[in-house]
């Protein structure tokens, strides 16, 4: 192993405890200042709490809110009850790094989804399974907000867990919804795909037919959102950010394996290595500029604080 990966694997020691810590903080229902990554020096620290500090509040089992001056997120656990990611779904770990951070059960997951509200727009990010225990539907319903008011929905990646709970009975289920999807994944999925293949994916773009923009990485989308390249699970796979927040969809299966070890990939990722670039690269970024992580991966509630150092 290089010098370089150990350091990397010596760094994610350090944070990943703290990340854990935040975890337990966020599931009683708040984010305290000190799960935010320190700066360092304390004018740029004052600077990173301005920007980047985000409260969270519990609202219901599986539904918080929380603020930033970039508008109201809302975390929506899409999956009724736990979830894990098994280690077998993880080529060459170890039974010795499992039992070392206890996930020989299985690692902490969720199946979550994101709304904002922001500049009179409400935008989800990724729509979850769409099975009938999905808890989307139930979340909106309980925030007052109908399939209807939904304008934008911004796609990380066209796999069934993330687009599932655009389609009830085939139809929209978001009837003025606008999607935007990367013109990479759009390509992967649909114009190359083979007769009779991606059917979900076909059905989507059929019923929003019409309601669908496709963009390039770095274009900014409505409400200053932009789209970043994430590629390597998916030939399209996309992180959104606005401002001090991260949206990423599957840069992590495995949060409590891969913070420490991010060279290992899920089975999923279609390109390996591409997916672990992209993992180091967004989770450098994260942890040098001070951003919060909202991932749809990430064990309830989905949210992941680094700490620069």
């Known amino acids: 192993m290089d010098r370089q990966k150990e350091n990397s694997r010596g760094t994610a020691r350090d944070y990943f405890w703290k990340i854990s810590l935040c975890v337990t903080f966020l599931l009683t229902g708040w984010a305290f200042p000190s799960c935010k990554g320190h700066a360092g020096a304390e004018g740029r620290a004052e600077k990173q709490e301005k920007e980047s500090a985000m409260e969270m509040r519990a609202l219901l089992p599986g539904l918080a809110v929380m603020r930033s001056g970039a508008g109201t997120w809302y975390w929506i656990k899409d999956n009724a009850g736990e979830h894990r990611m098994p280690l077998s779904l993880f080529s060459g770990a170890s039974a010795e790094q499992a039992r070392v951070l206890g996930i020989e059960a299985g690692i902490p997951a969720s199946v979550s989804v994101f709304l904002l509200e922001k500049e009179g727009k409400r935008i989800l990010f990724d729509a979850g399974n769409g099975r009938e225990d999905s808890f989307l539907p139930k979340a909106l ?169």
């Open 141 to 309: 319903d309980s925030l007052g907000v109908s399939p209807a008011s939904i304008d934008y929905v911004f796609l990380t990646h066209l796999h069934g867990d993330h687009i599932g709970g655009l389609l009830q009975k085939g139809q929209a289920f978001f009837p003025s919804a606008k999607l935007f999807l990367s013109k990479a994944e759009h390509k992967a999925w649909i114009e190359n795909a083979e007769p009779g293949k991606n059917v979900l994916q076909h059905d989507l773009m059929e019923a929003y037919r019409g309601r669908v923009s496709l963009f390039d990485f770095s274009d900014t989308l409505p409400c200053s959102v932009v789209a970043l390249d994430g590629h390597g699970h998916t030939p399209g796979h996309t992180v959104f950010r606005l401002d001090s927040v991260l949206v990423w969809g599957d840069l992590m299966h495995g949060m409590a394996l891969q913070a420490r070890y991010p060279e290992f990939c899920a089975d999923y990722d279609m390109d390996k290595r591409q997916a672990v670039s992209k993992r180091e690269y967004f989770l450098k970024m994260a942890r040098e500029q001070g951003l919060t992580v909202l991932g749809m991966h990430l064990p309830p509630p989905g949210v992941l604080v680094l700490d620069e150092e």
